[in-house]
């Protein structure tokens, strides 16, 4: 099975208006770039995207909010894009928030086929409104269900032709257990490499969850929120 495509056009080609995708990344880092790059230039809508965040106005997720392709998104932080706040507020985007932990948890257990799972996260909050509740050692908890998608889209340090990823720093975040819970998963990596040429021991992602990779190009790598010392 040949896994190996030319880039992210051809990646995401078969995907459709109102579909769901998880995309993988912690603020900017880790974000699988050009797949949301060709995305926008695909100009599929009515999409539910679950990530940890929305991007900011013009880099990441946000760019396709910009175009209104996101009818819904499933994240936990939010803060950082004024055009997501605005979509929200005026009742044009829907959002699910959920707790950080518990959506990394939704995301692995859809992957590790587990229905769903208790947590005490968000008990006694808005998180819990609807959702059954259970006391466990004396403590409350609630049901979270786990999350699935039509397409998994991360983004790898390195990888090879058989769709082994390694991920560097904190890219290894959210990307890990989304890479395990689309029915088609794509990784662009940095660098793609022949089967053999990745230590063994340092894989995170086994080929057998990923059905699509490519080498990306042109990072940019963006950081989200630039904070330094002032000079004295």
Not at 31 to 51: M, Q, R
Not at 168 to 183: E, H, I, L, S
Not at 204 to 209: A, K, P, V, Y
Request: with cysteine.
């Amino acid at each position: 099975m040949n896994k190996v495509y030319q880039d992210a056009d051809s990646a995401i080609a078969d995907i459709k208006d109102s579909m769901t995708l998880m995309l993988g990344g912690f603020g900017l880092c880790g974000i699988p770039e050009n797949c949301i790059a060709a995305l926008v230039k695909k100009g599929v809508k009515d999409l539910t995207c679950i990530s940890n965040n929305a991007g900011v106005d013009d880099f990441g997720i946000g760019l396709m909010l910009k175009q209104k392709q996101v009818k819904k998104m499933i994240s936990s932080y939010v803060g950082e894009n004024a055009e997501f706040e605005r979509q929200l507020l005026s009742g044009e985007l829907d959002v699910e928030l959920i707790p950080q932990g518990t959506l990394a948890e939704r995301c692995r257990a859809g992957g590790a086929g587990i229905p769903a799972f208790f947590t005490p996260a968000g008990y006694g909050t808005e998180v819990a409104i609807g959702k059954e509740a259970r006391e466990f050692n004396g403590k409350m908890h609630i049901l979270e269900m786990g999350l699935t998608a039509d397409f998994a889209i991360v983004k790898a340090w390195k990888g090879d032709t058989m769709g082994n990823l390694i991920y560097k720093g904190t890219a290894r975040n959210f990307n890990p257990p989304m890479a395990t819970a689309g029915k088609i998963t794509i990784a662009e990596v940095e660098e793609l490499v022949e089967p053999g040429e990745l230590d063994p021991n340092f894989i995170h992602t086994q080929g057998i969850f990923v059905n699509r990779i490519f080498q990306g190009k042109n990072y940019e790598k963006r950081i989200e929120r630039v904070t330094v010392n002032k000079r004295k």
